[in-house]
C-alpha cells in the first residue's frame, strides 16, 4: 500500500513513477500476485496455484505424481463468486432520483441504459468476490459521452495518508502494453510502454513512460515521454472502489477465495486419488495356478475360459485379487472438507441445491432461514455496493453538467419468491378479505393481454349463470 502526507501527494506520485524506479512498487507486487493467482481459480486453472500444494503432498506419498492426475477440477471459487453476484444483482435493483425529480431520474435511467449499468455491477460484484475490491470510473469517452466503467484492480494504486490509512489522497491508474515490430508476431522485437493516469479532486494528470526492453515481471522505467493536464471540475476523484471486507488497517480488502483455497485442493486431490484406485481396479488382475492359463506369442497369459481343468490336492482355486481400498475414511475426509467448505464460504448446502435432493424442497421461509449466513455475507457486500453505485452515479452526472441531488436504491435479496406462502400470510393480515381483482390475477399470472381477459371473464361468468339455472331451489320445511 502506497503512503504520503498531504503535501508530498505529487512528490510520492513523482518518485514511484521516477525514471530508474521499479514498476510495478514492490509494495504492490504481492497485491498483484494475488489477483493474477485468483483469477487463474476462477478461470479453472488450478494445476498451475495448487503446484506447491503437490509438493508438499509428495513428501508424504512418494509416487503421487504416478497416483494422482489433475483430471477433476472442482471449480467452487466460481461458484461462490457467481452465487454472491446472483443473489446480490439476479433481481436488478431499482434506482431512483432520491427527490422523485422528473429530469434526475431521466438523467439516472439514461445512465443505466447507455452504460449498461446492471452487467457492469454484476461484473463488479463478481470482483469484489475473487479480487476484494472492484472499481467504478465514470469517465468521458474519447467522443466527450459520459459513461460509468469498471477497471480491474490490477492497475490501480490508490496513494493513502500516511497518518490515517482510510483517507485518499490519491488515485493512480497505470497498465504497461508493448507494440511489436510485426503487430501480427508477438515474437518480434517490442517495445513497452506505462501509461499513467494520475486522479486528485479536479483533475487527472495523464503521463506516459518508456520501460525497460527486457520482458521479465517487474520492469524498470526508463523515462518519462510525454504529459498532459485534464481539469474535471470534480468534488472528489472518478475513481469508485467498492470492498468486500475492510479493515482499520486494510482498505483494499479481503478476497473470498483466501479461506477455502486450501481445502478447494485438498478436495480435488482426495476425489482425484479415488478416481485413480477405482481406475486401477475396475478389471482385476486374476490369479490361477499354470494349468488355467496358456500364453500367447507375445509371451502374455490369458485365462482358459470355458475348458474344464482337473485340480489337484493342493492346488489354488482361480480367484481375483481384489483390494480394500479403505475408501469409506476417503469418503468421510471429503464430508469433512466439505463441511468445512460450506462454513468458511458462508455458502451453506442450501446455495448449492442439496435441500432439493430427492424433491424434498423447503418453502420461503425454510429457505432464507437455511440460508441465513450467505444472506448475512451478501448483505455485507450489499452495503458497501449501496454507497458506491450511488456515488458512481453522482460523479458520472456532475462529470455530465446534470448533478443529482440524491439517489435511492431498493434491493431485492435474490431469492425466489414463495406465491403460496405470501398468499397465505396477506390472507392472514386481512381477514381473507380480497386483494387482488380477478383481472389483475389472470393477466399476471398467465400473461392474457387486458381485452383477452375481459373476455375470459365474461366467459366464466355465463359458465356460473348458466350453472345457478340448473340447480333446483331448496326451500325450507
Same mark, same amino acid.
Given at each position: 500500500m502506497l503512503t504520503t502526507t498531504k503535501d508530498k501527494v505529487q512528490?510520492?506520485?513523482?518518485?514511484?513513477?521516477?525514471?530508474?524506479?521499479?514498476?510495478?512498487?514492490?509494495?504492490?507486487? &504481492?497485491?498483484?500476485e494475488r489477483y493474477a493467482a485468483n483469477k487463474l481459480l476462477f478461470e479453472n486453472k488450478h494445476e498451475v496455484q495448487f503446484k506447491e500444494n503437490l509438493k508438499r503432498i509428495q513428501r508424504v506419498i512418494g509416487n503421487f505424481d504416478e497416483v494422482v492426475s489433475y483430471t477433476v477440477n472442482m471449480n467452487y471459487f466460481r461458484k461462490i463468486s457467481l452465487k454472491t453476484a446472483d443473489l446480490l444483482l439476479g433481481e436488478p435493483p431499482k434506482i431512483k432520483a432520491e427527490n422523485e425529480n422528473k429530469n434526475e431520474q431521466q438523467t439516472i435511467d439514461?445512465?443505466?441504459?447507455?452504460? /449498461?449499468?446492471?452487467?457492469?455491477? +454484476?461484473?463488479?460484484?463478481?470482483? #469484489?468476490?475473487?479480487?476484494?475490491?472492484?472499481?467504478?470510473? !465514470? $469517465?468521458?469517452?474519447?467522443e466527450g459521452k459520459v459513461y460509468i466503467d469498471t477497471v480491474t484492480p490490477s492497475v490501480w494504486f490508490p496513494i493513502y495518508n500516511v497518518d490515517n490509512v482510510q483517507e485518499c489522497f490519491c488515485h493512480v491508474l497505470a497498465w504497461d502494453y508493448a507494440e511489436y515490430q510485426n503487430p501480427g508476431d508477438k515474437t518480434s522485437k517490442a517495445d513497452y510502454?506505462?501509461? *499513467?493516469?494520475? $486522479?486528485?479532486?479536479?483533475?487527472?494528470?495523464?503521463?506516459?513512460?518508456?520501460l525497460s526492453d527486457i520482458k521479465p515481471p517487474i520492469k524498470t522505467i526508463t523515462g518519462m515521454i510525454s504529459e498532459s493536464v485534464h481539469a474535471t471540475k470534480?468534488? /472528489?476523484?472518478?475513481?469508485?472502489?467498492? #470492498?468486500?471486507?475492510?479493515?482499520?488497517?486494510?482498505?483494499?480488502? +479481503?478476497d473470498d477465495y483466501e479461506d477455502v483455497q486450501s481445502i478447494i485442493c485438498e478436495l480435488e486431490i482426495r476425489v482425484a486419488q479415488i478416481a485413480k484406485i477405482l481406475d486401477q481396479h475396475a478389471a482385476p488382475t486374476l490369479a490361477a495356478p499354470r494349468l488355467a492359463i496358456e500364453q500367447d506369442a507375445n509371451g502374455r497369459y490369458y485365462y482358459k475360459s470355458? %475348458? #474344464?481343468?482337473?485340480?489337484?490336492?493342493? *492346488?489354488?482355486? !482361480?480367484?481375483?485379487? =481384489?483390494?480394500?481400498?479403505?475408501?469409506?475414511?476417503?469418503?468421510?475426509?471429503?464430508?469433512?472438507?466439505?463441511?468445512?467448505?460450506? +462454513?468458511?464460504?458462508?455458502?451453506?448446502?442450501?446455495?448449492?441445491?442439496?435441500?432439493?435432493?430427492?424433491?424434498?424442497?423447503?418453502?420461503?421461509?425454510?429457505?432464507?432461514?437455511?440460508?441465513?449466513? =450467505?444472506?448475512? %455475507? #451478501?448483505?455485507? *457486500?450489499?452495503s458497501n455496493f449501496? =454507497?458506491? *453505485?450511488? %456515488?458512481?452515479?453522482?460523479?458520472?452526472?456532475?462529470?455530465?453538467g446534470t448533478p443529482l441531488s440524491g439517489v435511492s436504491i431498493t434491493w431485492q435479496d435474490g431469492l425466489p419468491a414463495d406465491e403460496m406462502e405470501n398468499a397465505?400470510?396477506?390472507?392472514?393480515?386481512?381477514?381473507?378479505?380480497?386483494?387482488?381483482?380477478?383481472?389483475?390475477?389472470?393477466?399476471?399470472?398467465?400473461?392474457?393481454?387486458?381485452?383477452?381477459?375481459?373476455?375470459?371473464? &365474461?366467459?366464466?361468468?355465463e359458465d356460473e349463470a348458466m350453472s345457478n339455472q340448473l340447480v333446483p331451489p331448496v326451500f325450507g320445511n
Open positions: 512528490a510520492l506520485a513523482f518518485d514511484f513513477l521516477g525514471s530508474g524506479m521499479q514498476w510495478p512498487p514492490p509494495s504492490e507486487v &504481492e497485491r498483484l439514461d445512465f443505466i441504459k447507455e452504460s /449498461d449499468l446492471y452487467k457492469k455491477d +454484476y461484473m463488479l460484484a463478481i470482483d #469484489v468476490s475473487r479480487y476484494g475490491v472492484g472499481i467504478f470510473y !465514470p $469517465h468521458r469517452n474519447t510502454f506505462l501509461k *499513467v493516469q494520475i $486522479h486528485v479532486p479536479g483533475k487527472y494528470i495523464e503521463r506516459l513512460y518508456k470534480l468534488k /472528489d476523484m472518478p475513481i469508485v472502489p467498492i #470492498v468486500n471486507v475492510a479493515t482499520s488497517d486494510n482498505q483494499l480488502g +479481503y470355458g %475348458k #474344464v481343468i482337473p485340480m489337484f490336492e493342493g *492346488v489354488p482355486v !482361480p480367484q481375483y485379487i =481384489t483390494w480394500d481400498g479403505q475408501l469409506e475414511a476417503a469418503f468421510r475426509h471429503i464430508e469433512i472438507l466439505m463441511q468445512a467448505l460450506y +462454513y468458511l464460504s458462508e455458502m451453506g448446502p442450501a446455495v448449492w441445491g442439496d435441500a432439493e435432493k430427492l424433491g424434498n424442497v423447503p418453502s420461503g421461509t425454510a429457505l432464507r432461514r437455511m440460508m441465513m449466513p =450467505t444472506l448475512a %455475507k #451478501v448483505n455485507r *457486500v450489499r449501496d =454507497t458506491g *453505485v450511488k %456515488k458512481a452515479l453522482m460523479i458520472a452526472a456532475e462529470l455530465q397465505n400470510i396477506i390472507n392472514l393480515r386481512t381477514g381473507g378479505k380480497a386483494t387482488m381483482s380477478r383481472q389483475t390475477a389472470i393477466e399476471r399470472y398467465d400473461g392474457a393481454t387486458a381485452s383477452a381477459t375481459e373476455n375470459e371473464i &365474461e366467459k366464466i361468468d
